[in-house]
């Protein structure tokens, strides 16, 4: 049982930055793994970072090397920094927490409402 809120998403022009964050409340034993989703029309879900709680992370192809996720535990807060980034990124981004890698990854943690962030060309 957890509450995640999001910020950050917005409008930004290709090559530009925007910092997500994510803040869980509730249950802190379900926050093992954080991670974000993105979503954008036409597209398949596509699971774009994971960070345990000991800060191990994982990155899909599409974003290695402009993307980071960190996490601050003290505040059970996930970010996603998301630099040089391009129209491709334009997507809904959830947070998506759960208590493993696979819960996450299979979708069946707890969702945010998802913020949006477009890249203009």
């Known amino acids: 049982q957890v509450q995640l809120v999001e910020s950050g998403g917005g409008l930004v022009q290709t090559g530009g930055s925007l910092r997500l964050s994510c803040a869980a409340s509730?249950?802190?034993?379900?926050?093992?793994?954080m991670g974000w989703y993105r979503q954008a029309p036409g597209k398949q879900r596509e699971l774009v970072a994971t960070i345990t709680s000991s800060r191990s992370t994982n990155y899909a192809d599409s974003v290695k090397g402009r993307f980071t996720i960190s996490r601050d535990n003290a505040k059970k807060t996930v970010y996603l920094q998301m630099n040089s980034l391009k129209p491709e990124d334009t997507a809904v981004y959830y947070c998506?927490?759960?208590?493993?890698?696979?819960?996450?990854?299979?979708?069946?943690?707890?969702w945010g409402q998802g913020t949006q962030v477009t890249v203009s060309s």
């Open positions: 998506v927490v759960g208590p493993s890698t696979v819960i996450v990854q299979t979708g069946f943690g707890s």
């Open positions: 509730g249950s802190v034993f379900s926050i093992n793994v």
